[in-house]
């Protein structure tokens, strides 16, 4: 069975740094996928970045990257130069392969929470 | 292009009586995964549907919750007899076809801004 794992309920971070989210990931399927979403206090769900189980660089867009230890089955979020409106729930989340069905399986969560 | 689209995006309803929550997926897509996200936790995976058919519903209630995603319209997640536990928000998020008729593997789900029930 697939399952993620966040262990950091809630994170502080000064602004302007970087931060680092954990999520380690288990699964049994050679093929599959990661994901961030971010949740600000509106409730939506936002796509922040992806890895492939087979990219063989770290994903990056804009000031997120995903750091893919495949062999320690992590998949964190690192944040650069954080901003106030950084402060939200951060998912990550797995996609496994078709016979899956292609559904998202999603970790508990951390509230990142961005001081000035 | 419009997004995955839900309504109502709050539902108010008393005890016993019924909740219907409505997704219109992104133009093109197939693919439809109802989450649910109770207070102060992550999403839950609920159910999967393609065109008039229900794929994998794994996460759904036993009794009294059901799904459908007709030729024509939007999907519907059904609640009957609702209770103080079911409210929470409910996530809609829908995906392209992918090669060989099934879901891409690559790619995120798009997701709804949700529908938040309320259970008085």
């Known amino acids: 069975a697939q399952k993620i794992t966040q262990t950091q309920p809630g994170m502080f971070v000064q602004e302007k740094e970087a931060v680092t989210l954990d999520c380690t990931y288990d699964?049994?399927?050679?093929?599959?996928?990661l994901f961030w979403y971010k949740q600000p206090s509106s409730g939506e769900m936002i796509f922040l970045i992806y890895q492939g189980s087979y990219d063989q660089q770290n994903a990056t867009e804009g000031r997120y990257s995903l750091n893919f230890q495949k062999a320690r089955k992590s998949a964190n979020l690192v944040i650069s130069a954080s901003q106030l409106g950084d402060s939200a729930m951060y998912f990550c989340a797995m996609r496994g392969a078709y016979n899956q069905g292609g559904k998202l399986i999603f970790g508990q969560g951390t509230e990142l929470s961005v001081k000035p | 292009n419009a997004g995955v689209m839900q309504n109502p995006r709050h539902l108010v309803r008393r005890r016993g009586q019924e909740a219907r929550l409505r997704c219109s997926p992104m133009k093109g897509h197939s693919h439809v995964y109802w989450y649910r996200q109770l207070p102060e936790e992550g999403l839950k995976f609920m159910v999967y549907l393609q065109k008039e058919n229900i794929i994998d519903e794994s996460g759904m209630p036993k009794e009294r919750f059901s799904a459908e995603f007709p030729k024509e319209g939007p999907s519907i997640l059904r609640i009957q007899q609702v209770v103080r536990g079911d409210s929470a928000a409910y996530f809609c998020?829908?995906?392209?076809?992918?090669?060989?008729?099934?879901?891409?593997?690559?790619?995120?789900?798009?997701f709804g801004e949700g529908s938040r029930l309320t259970v008085l």
């Open positions: 998020a829908s995906s392209p076809m992918g090669l060989a008729g099934g879901p891409a593997t690559t790619g995120e789900l798009f």
């Open positions: 699964t049994s399927d050679p093929s599959y996928g």
